[in-house]
DNA sequence: TTGAAAGCGCTAACAA
DNA sequence: TTGTTAGCGCTTTCAA
């Protein structure tokens, strides 16, 4: 019977022999040793030791169907992403959560529009078990990508499709955008703010839609001068400040749809000589620690669980291919949670 | 666990009854169609198209020995790597010669010292066919880890145990980070500059290492007070330049390990009342165009091709698995340019 | 040039 | 509880 010939990796068969049972008993050892007597699983495990066996994952997928893989898919648009600190953390939250599941992830790097079609062929090849997929623009194909091919997907963020009246029950993760920002909001009135201006983010994603939705939620009858554009960026939070501070020197309260355009606003504000907070309190959202603790004053703003985000993307997955990889599991909105520093 | 997805996808038999040829024929056309008569390829086309069949890489990995897939491996301290440009751009040059070569891309988060097992396990199963990963720290286990599982490895900048003279024949792929900072320095000089400073990144990185060696190459007796650490944060270039006008108010010409620390630099030269380039003459290093650009006046610097360093990687481990699998490819060191802007 | 047949290493009925 | 056996879908000799 073969022992273990150099080079090539030992099979089960040669861990049966050795430990003189069937290859059947030595895998429903190798899989958790249910149902096999004792002294047997003991003399499995010693082969197996010895023989410093791996199980082969393509043998093993080719008749269980399993990959044990999920694709995390990135359209080439948001490939900046990478430079956020936001998405490494909830990268992080997945690669922890998929190795908690035995399970590997697989990186989609959409490079263009031509690119579908090969992400499509992969995924339709049957290599990975589901799919994760990060907010998408409007016309993004993959949504209908990965529901033609069959693959169970989960977004990260509300898809702009998605909306809540949309009727498209498309699951996805996302944090209560709309919430944090309504608490923001009420944190300023609270204070006794009576001019709340909203430094808005791009409308185009939904994060930005929900929290603008939150401002207004809170300041029903708001002077509509008092939202300004922005584009997520320090720099667009300073000029959003400058001209609010240009055309409403009586705002008293800001709240900023993220922590770098709040950075920005509290700059152009002392640069005007405005006292944060006394003159004017500013809330940011995202709670990027290194932006919003090196801010001069400290920001008060919205703090989401970003790792925990990615880890529940692979709980909801999963939790699909558990029930029968079909229906789609629901969606998530985890809440957020004011963290009040010195800025409101 | 993730289970299978239903719906069972064609298989290669069905194509071959379809084209009413045998599996052979088919598994030829599909793999290429050498040897295969004219007609034969285009009926098994057909049935393919019409079947929308989808080889089974489970199957094929099984008796192929190859997986189609490698490891990208990034260590826990340096998933902040995720949020520098630096390794996006290397990100997408691996992503896509990887696609070019019809491979996947797995990518490897190391949590902590404990994980190094999980990470070895896994390279063991052979799941992948090589593995790349990142510039470590001295005690990185990871080498040892890839080498004794015995899996083709090829590194992103020089390790430090694999200097020149270690003799240790560890395939990395880097840019002439001691030739780029040479080609700075011998620009300063050529510029006139008299008195030379160089803030230097930090010595436990080789990028760093190197370039105070270019430094020196052309500098060999200069002052060693004109060389000051910093740590490659825009921060640490603002307290280097500092020190160095407190001490050498002389200095006319400074070399930053690279653009960040430039910036510092800079900022603080122009607070100092010291013009740029008349006065004093900077040069950054890496070219990160969204800094470099921006400063003011705009950076002189020494570029390198990061997306092509991360092609390479891949090309370089391809060439490895290409050959024998066994013999370790040879590393690559890339040359740099120096990109002329106002600052020198 | 084509086909028949033998596995690749593993799991899961089914028997014993 | 354990073993026997039949594949999973594919590539690849070997013959025809």
Chains 1, 2 share one sequence.
Not at 34 to 54: F, H, N, S, T
Not at 240 to 253: I, K, N, S, Y
Request: proline share 6%; net charge negative.
């Amino acid at each position: 019977m073969p022992v273990s010939i150099p080079g090539s990796r030992p099979t089960l068969e040669a861990v049966a022999a050795r430990a003189g049972v069937s290859r059947a008993t030595a895998s429903r050892v190798v899989n958790g040793g249910d149902g096999v007597r004792r002294p047997l699983v003991e003399r499995v495990r010693q082969a197996v030791d010895e023989l410093g066996y791996v199980p082969n994952h393509a043998a093993r997928t080719l008749v269980t169907r399993r990959n044990g893989a999920v694709a995390v898919i990135i359209a080439e648009p948001e490939i900046r992403i990478f430079s956020d600190p936001f998405f490494s953390l909830q990268l992080r939250g997945i690669s922890r959560e998929l190795t908690a599941h035995d399970s590997q992830l697989v990186l989609l790097l959409v490079e263009g529009s031509g690119d579908y079609d090969r992400i499509a062929r992969y995924l339709a090849g049957g290599h990975v078990d589901g799919a994760l997929a990060f907010s998408l623009h409007t016309e993004d194909p993959l949504p209908a990508v990965t529901h033609k091919v069959g693959i169970p997907t989960v977004f990260g963020g509300r898809p702009v499709w998605a909306g809540p009246e949309s009727g498209l029950a498309v699951p996805y993760v996302d944090c209560d955008n709309r919430g944090g920002a309504r608490e923001a909001v009420q944190h300023l009135v609270s204070l006794g703010r009576q001019h709340i201006a909203h430094i808005a983010g791009p409308q185009d994603q939904t994060s930005a839609i929900d929290r603008l939705d939150g401002y207004r939620d809170v300041l029903l009858d708001a002077d509509p001068g008092l939202t300004v554009q922005g584009d997520f960026t320090a720099g667009s939070g300073a000029v959003a400040m400058t001209g609010l501070l240009a055309r409403h020197p009586e705002v008293d309260g800001v709240f900023a749809a993220n922590d770098l355009m709040a950075s920005g606003a509290l700059a152009v504000l002392r640069e005007h000589g405005r006292r944060v907070p006394d003159d004017v309190a500013v809330v940011g959202f995202d709670n990027m620690v290194n932006v919003a603790e090196s801010t001069d004053p400290p920001l008060t703003t919205v703090s989401q669980d970003i790792e925990g985000m990615g880890r529940l993307m692979v709980q909801v997955l999963v939790r699909g291919l558990d029930r029968d990889g079909v229906t789609p599991p629901g969606s998530v909105v985890t809440p957020t949670e004011l963290v009040r520093r010195v800025s409101a």
